[in-house]
């Protein structure tokens, strides 16, 4: 018999109603709640049938079912968080609002209200409802539309968003975010309301539709985040980011827009190893052929991303970089996250064009390496930093996603070789790009030996 090895953590509970396509709400709140480290438990107030195009129909429990499930959850879990998502009726927002009293526990409110199309979800009298619930709550998450409705302000920018959050802190609850996914523009802001701060969190905006249930994401992310004890402002901060993620990468499923990926960032996270693992065994073949030939005078590196990486710190590279010795190359030090600047943010800038692009090289460019690209025949692009517009480095601050873009945007496949001409003065060098690490070290190989030819 083995010596059983529990697993304690903490627990949050979800209010809302059952999607059975798995994007939104009790099912998407489980995921999210489960991807932060979070045991999660449930009371369902609503079963949907639906799916990625829509809902074909509803039907809300008997509030005493709702009463009962809440009770028994509670009664028995040591909740550290909770978040309220489809309530359907002003009765289950009422008994939902009447137990809440008791909480003590940290409550978001999710006031859903509107559908997607714009249409009301809910009668005046449950809308009044909320202000009751929203009393008890430690957040509320309207989106613009929501926060129309609970203030009559149309929110289109960040002062109405302000304004809006600061009648919605009239019902007594602690903190307002009204989301910014509604309100046109090429960043969605969410704004965050207390009685003393606002703060704004910015995110540049996914084009995509595979949004269904991104509000249920954001407000189980935020409600397990406060079960883990972390400060609100932290927590906000954490969710937001993890909902960019999760709707950048969604999943393709079904024949709608898709869904959201609530498992992203801990897959993300599950990926760091292997992908360290993988630059090292690049880096090894390297010293093994010894490709001196193609090591600039800055150093080559081998710069790896994590499937889902979205900064320089989940890109894996050699600290140091790899230089050329007496006796062949050889990596200064190992592989860890965060080493590469410049050749990783080169690969994270192609990645917004083509996203599987996970690793990167860069090699030495001469008149030799460009004779050998000739006759490899491979897909060739090239920019020069000496021709970038001066706007550019005081808006971006980057030369990188110029060059991308100059490289990289209107193709329908990614070039496997990309000059960068350098800054006026600075050497060129070539970067290759493969979106697996073998690729990525044969085709270095054989730009090698042509070159040594």
């Known amino acids: 018999m083995r010596t059983p090895a529990p ?25 999210t709640m489960a991807a932060h480290g979070v045991f999660g438990t449930s009371a369902i107030t609503a079963v949907t049938a639906q799916h990625t195009r829509g809902v074909e129909s509803s039907y809300v429990l008997p509030t005493d079912e709702v009463e009962a499930q809440l009770e028994a959850v509670t009664d028995d879990f040591d909740i550290g968080g909770a978040k309220t998502g489809m309530l359907a009726t002003t009765d289950v927002i009422e008994i939902v609002a009447d137990l809440a009293s008791d909480f003590d526990f940290p409550l978001v409110v999710d006031p859903v209200m509107v559908a997607t199309s714009g249409d009301r979800l809910l009668e005046p009298a449950a809308e009044r409802a909320y202000e009751d619930l929203l009393g008890e709550a430690r957040l509320a998450t309207p989106n613009a539309d929501e926060a129309e409705v609970l203030t009559e302000i149309a929110v289109t920018d960040d002062q109405t968003a302000r ?138 590196n081998v710069v790896g991303a994590t499937p889902f990486a979205e900064s320089v710190g989940e890109t894996a590279a050699v600290e140091g970089r790899i230089t050329r010795t ?78 991308a873009r100059q490289a990289f945007a209107d193709r329908e496949s990614p070039p496997i070789a990309v000059v960068d001409r350098g800054d006026v003065g600075k050497e060129a060098i070539v970067k290759l790009v493969a979106e697996d690490a073998t690729t990525l070290a044969d085709r270095t190989l054989a730009l090698d030996a042509e070159v040594a030819e």
């Open 163 to 300: 304004e809006a959050g600061e009648a919605i802190l009239e019902t007594g609850v602690d903190a307002v975010l009204i989301k910014g996914g509604h309100v046109p523009g090429e960043h969605v802001r969410d704004v965050l309301i207390t009685d003393d701060t606002t703060r704004t969190f910015e995110h540049p905006r996914v084009d995509t539709g595979a949004t269904h249930g991104s509000g249920c994401a954001l407000a189980a992310a935020i409600a397990a985040r406060l079960a883990k004890d972390e400060p609100l402002e932290t927590a906000v901060d954490g969710a937001t980011d993890f909902l960019a993620r999760a709707v950048r990468y969604h999943y393709d499923v079904g024949s709608g827009p898709g869904a959201v990926n609530h498992m992203v960032a801990l897959r993300n996270e599950a990926m760091r190893e292997v992908t360290a693992e993988d630059v090292q065994a690049v880096v090894d073949r390297f010293v093994e052929a010894d490709v001196s030939l193609l090591v600039p005078e800055v150093g080559m």
């Open 326 to 403: 007496l006796s062949g190359v050889q990596p200064n030090r190992g592989v860890r996250y965060g080493a590469s600047s410049h050749v990783a943010r080169f690969l994270l800038s192609a990645r917004e064009f083509f996203p599987p692009l996970r690793f990167a090289v860069n090699c030495r460019f001469d008149e030799d390496v460009e004779a050998a690209l000739g006759v490899i025949d491979w897909p060739v692009a090239e920019y020069d930093r000496g021709s970038e517009p001066d706007t550019v480095a005081e808006t971006e601050g980057s030369t990188m996603g110029w060059g």
């Open 7 to 31: 697993d304690s953590r903490p627990t949050a509970l979800t209010i809302a109603g059952s999607d059975s396509g798995g994007g939104a709400g009790i099912q998407a709140d489980l995921a």
